[in-house]
DNA sequence: GCCAACGTTGGC
DNA sequence: GCCAACGTTGGC
C-alpha cells in the first residue's frame, strides 16, 4: 500500500481544522500542479498520508486516511485539477520538524527535502516507517 | 516549439 | 520580508 505526504499552510488550513472536520472528513482542493495531482490520482482509498504543516511549524504533525478517490474539484475554473477527500486519523504524539528530517540521513532522499514545493508528495515504505517511529505512533 | 518573463511557493 | 527554485504563460 502506498503512502503519502500532503502539505497545508496551518493558516489556511490547519491539522487541527482536520480534526475538526471529524470523521466524515474533507475534500483536498487546491491541487493546481500536474505532478501534484498524478499523485493524487494514484491515491486509494484506505491510504495513509502525512499531514505537514508548511511554513509555520514545518512539522508534520498527523496521519489522514483517504476516503474519497480523485474527483473533479469544482473551485478550479479550469476543470483540468481534481481532490479526493481524507479524514484524520492519528495524531503524531512528537510532531517530526523538517529539521529533524534533514538530520536523518536515511530520509535525505524524501521528496520533501528535494522537491519542497510539491504539494502531494509520495512517501516510501521505509520513510513512513521511519517517521512513524520518530513520532511515536 | 523555444525561451524569457512572470507568479507562486516555501524555507530561511 | 527576502529570495531561490520551480512551474506556467505568452510572444516570437
Redesign the pocket.
Known amino acids: 500500500m502506498a503512502h503519502w505526504l500532503i ?1 497545508s ?1 496551518p493558516n489556511k488550513w490547519s491539522w487541527d481544522d482536520q480534526v475538526a472536520a471529524g470523521k466524515k472528513g474533507t475534500f483536498w482542493n487546491g491541487v ?4 501534484a495531482k498524478q499523485n493524487l490520482m494514484a491515491m486509494k482509498v484506505g491510504e495513509e498520508a502525512f499531514f ?1 504543516h ?2 509555520e511549524g ?1 512539522q508534520i504533525v498527523g496521519i489522514v486516511e483517504i476516503i474519497k478517490p480523485y474527483y473533479p474539484d469544482d473551485s478550479d475554473p ?1 476543470g483540468k485539477f481534481g481532490m479526493v477527500d481524507v479524514r484524520a486519523k492519528t495524531p503524531l504524539k512528537r510532531p517530526v520538524t ?2 529533524a528530517i ?1 538530520a536523518d540521513p536515511q530520509l535525505k532522499h524524501m521528496v ?1 527535502v ?6 502531494v508528495q509520495p512517501v516510501s515504505d521505509d520513510e513512513w516507517q521511519i517517521i512513524c517511529a520518530e513520532g511515536g505512533v
Open positions: 502539505k499552510e493546481r500542479n500536474h505532478q505537514y508548511s511554513n514545518k479550469t523538517l529539521e534533514k520533501l528535494n522537491n519542497s514545493r510539491l504539494s
